[in-house]
């Protein structure tokens, strides 16, 4: 069957779902939220498919790295918004003249503009982002709203689509693991893992060599603090660096200064100061070889370099990488020399296991590398999911609502390996919701277990900000103690005197006899249009540990600072924070923090990843692809198996 009017390069799908289809398909709003590796990809499948109205929004601006997968991006548009590039270039593929495409620049969590009324125009959200929290937040509104969304993510060769709408489970049904936090003095003063290391390395890499130091771990300021030995020399380097007049000379006599202050000044200083006094082994002072200057070996990427090979490396590659000063990238091979041998002579100084060049690359860049045909396939799959759910809709005749029967769309799993029967696409049926999960479900209380000492020192305000808003993610809280007490109000004309009261006052302090064994905190969020029962256990001190010890990891929950708690049920949970695995990606942070008003946003495809606190108490999550537990999910890593929440973060707790 064909029609006239019809495009000739929609006559297929015409002959393939009717006309019926098509023609929702021309008057149907959707809204694609990420224009990045999977949103170029389906703002093109889209505008090829005939849809005519679409919204998208992203926001980050386009960066060099984001070229070899993103391929709705050329060189010329680096620095660009990618939803304005992505939409530009996708109207330009469509058959239609009268497309309307819209780019909104802007943080999907910023409630002030991304809200359940916002939702409410569309017909259909398709995902295509790269953090947990950015996804909790299109989940909630989704289905506050009434509006079905196409949940979708990828980790190197794996790749999941999820249609989520009421009636069927939604994206927060699955707990999804936070990831691991280390506090910012592991990795500066008592690391213990290759990890701990090498993100040092990148950062004394930033320190030395990034545009702006102040951004490393490793900065210190004189005005506030009593600087490490290193940072003298780290300052004068970068002097010399931009000292036309400075010889190749001064700057190989600073090399060496800094490498004596990093490697044998500072760690003598930390034992005078006793330190180490109760590690398990006394850091070891490095003396530097004599040999060192002039012994290049051969190029091994796959050994593990000795004392000397470390030394050569980091003079020559410093001397090198000061000639074309930048962000650290992963794929330059000077500046992975440099945090290769930066790391490994640490690694020496505290008895970590040594790491190759090739292994080092992989724990600084992407262990799962984002596979631009993983990309492909997903968001190909949520375009034809999309068909199915429009078809859908058809059938059942009911234009009152945007919702699709219960049961349409497929649970879809992108594989590595073929399945027995050969296949490497997997569809399952959609699962029911979780009968625990108060996103979804109505009326579900979380339980939340504290030790005693919460209730002695933690106070109602960081109570809050850990618990409520990283844990439970509410955006904008009110909260009620024992159903009628009043303790918290946030959002439009809430009330702050009460936040300022109650914030500072510890937990056993709150009305009413405060926290206690049986209290019921009932918190809403109107933002959201969401509500749960918080149901507090108390239990001794040694009743917490015992049942929850560090010994424990997965029972275990506390922030940064140590406060302990365990959240009960399948309650959603997020990563607490997120970041950027190098400096290319931090400096599109900058972008995605000035369209951020009230959460920033992280990537998943990094192993390690450094977590910043955010000022607002709000963090940023990274995590694995769609937190969606996938039946591969006990694949070896080498196999391509996500490593959804199993991420190591590094969290900047100063
Ligand atoms: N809260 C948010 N609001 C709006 N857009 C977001 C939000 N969080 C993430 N995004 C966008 O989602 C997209 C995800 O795309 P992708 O996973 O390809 O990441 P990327 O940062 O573009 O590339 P890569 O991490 O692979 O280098 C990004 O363009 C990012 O800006
Ligand atoms: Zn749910």
Redesign the pocket.
Known sequence: MTNEKTPTILTGLLESLGPDCLDRIQNCRLLV???????CELLKNLSLSGFRHVEV????TIDV??LNR?LLFRAKHVGQP?CVVGVAVAKDLSPYADTQMTARH????DNSVFNVQYMEQFDLVLN????V??RRRVNRLCLAANVPMMEAGTTGYLGQVQTIYKGVACYECKTQEPPKVYPICTIRSTPSQPVHTIVWAKELYKLLLSPDPSQSMLWEDSQNEELSTYMEAALELRDNNQDPDASEDTKKTTIDRLWKALYADEIQKQLNMDRYKTAEKTPIVLEMPTAAANTQSEWKPMSIWSLTECVYEFRNALMSALEMPEFFDKDDELAMRFVTAAAQLRSMNFHIPLQSYHDTKGIAGNIIP?IATTNAIVAGLQILQVFSLLQAQLANKDNSSKLPPVGTGKYINCLRNATRNGLYLAASPLETPNPQCFVCREQVTVVLTLPTKALQVISFARFVQTIIQQELGFAEPTVYLNQDVLIWEEGNDSDEALRRVNGVKLLQDLPRGGLQHGSVLTVEDFSQDLQVDVRVVVVSDEDFRRQYGKEDDAEEDDDADGFRYHIGGDKPVVGSSAGEDDEA?ESSVDN?AAASAV?E?G?D?GVVEIVEDTSDGNKRAMNGATGHESPLKKQKPSEGASTEGGEEVIEIDD
């Open positions: 939220v990420g224009a990045g590796g999977i949103g929004v992203d926001l980050d790295s984001n993103q990618k802007g943080n999907v969590c295509a982002l790269d953090n929290t950015a984002a990606k995605k959460v946003d990537d495809d």
